[in-house]
């Protein structure tokens, strides 16, 4: 499917962006698609996330031993899913199809689908971020109302309120939507194409897998209710997470959106900017644990350029933006986005009519 109609011809922001990091490239040497220490924080990550499922299965004996092995679960998980399955499913991972393929395939293990998520995320939210109509991660629609283009109801005033469960929910809400996408054969009312052969069996087998150790394995050597709901905090642990960080680059005070079929356009390079925030920039284990997605402004212009190099091309874009005229979101720390996105959702729930749309500038 093809979006691109909906942008006007690459500018002069996007050459002169472009150009700059190219050389940074060459000057440098380094491929984009891969950097030194993937493959050591790919094995770090797993080592955590195999020592909390050890510890919660075998050796914690009180309940808040257990709780703790399971949230530090949901963390890791998260963590796989930011700075493995991410830059896979964007072949960002490695210059090798194959690693690529491998590092995607990370999500099957973890709940999701790596077929469906790549349809929602690498198709439909990257070519139209913050689009009403086109961008399924922002539509929760009746819930919550997360932008201006879609409608109000008399619940969304308490929406900065109980908004927090829904987003506990993200990954449970895996193991069902991805049936129900593939059985539609549509993601947010957008059209893909169903998985067949190999791909059928991937994202059959990875629900099997991710069933069979997170609750079949600790069901035969706990009791029931325990595994249950040890395997509910650590779900929501890992949706929180997620969803948090997603929230945070996008669904903020300072970004912008738009609304399929108004007719508005811009430019591709200055459309993700506009939707997109960064946050936290200086925050090296923030950076390290998301897989560098507080830096969302570069990965969403350079989405096939590995994470790891990511920091190293901020200063790149930001110079590039102040030299256009193109805005630059950056908030200085996670907890600062988090209530900007807290603020927005407050002020989209008050406000009975749709503000008037800012689309990007172009």
Known sequence: MSTAARYLPHGPFHAALSKRVDEYFARTGQSPRQRAGMRLKTATLFCWLLASYLYALLFAHTWWQVALACMSLGFAMAGIGFGV???????????????????????????????????????????????????????????????????????????????????????????????????????????????????????????????????????????VGNVMAAWVLASVTISLVMACTFQMAHVVERTTFTKAGTGEKSRWAE?????????????????????????????????????????????????????????????PSAKSALVSHARWLKSLGAVPHAEALTPATG
């Open 85 to 223: 399955q991410h830059d896979g499913s964007h072949r960002a991972y490695a210059d090798g199809a194959g690693w690529n393929a491998l590092a995607a395939g990370a999500l099957d293990a973890i709940g999701a689908s790596s077929y469906v998520w790549a349809w929602k995320h690498n198709v439909f939210h990257h070519s139209n971020p913050n689009c009403v109509g086109l961008d399924a991660d922002i539509d929760i629609q009746p819930f919550c109302r997360l932008a201006p283009g879609q409608p109000r109801r008399p619940w969304h005033r308490f929406q900065h309120l109980y908004v927090w469960l829904l987003y506990s929910l993200l990954a449970m809400k895996w193991l069902f939507d991805d049936f129900r996408d593939v059985a539609n054969g549509t993601i947010g009312g957008q059209h893909f194409p169903r998985p067949r052969g190999w791909q059928l069996v991937q994202l059959v087998g990875g629900k099997v897998f991710f069933l069979g150790w997170s609750l079949g394995l600790p069901m035969l050597l706990h009791p």
């Open 271 to 331: 459309h993700q900017v506009a939707t997109t925030a960064d946050f936290g920039q200086g925050n090296a284990l923030l950076t390290w644990y998301t897989g560098a997605l507080n830096f969302q402004i570069e990965h969403h212009l350079f989405p096939k350029v590995c994470h790891l190099h990511l920091p190293a091309l901020a200063p790149i874009v930001k110079a590039t933006c102040e030299e256009f005229g193109v805005p630059y979101v950056a908030y």
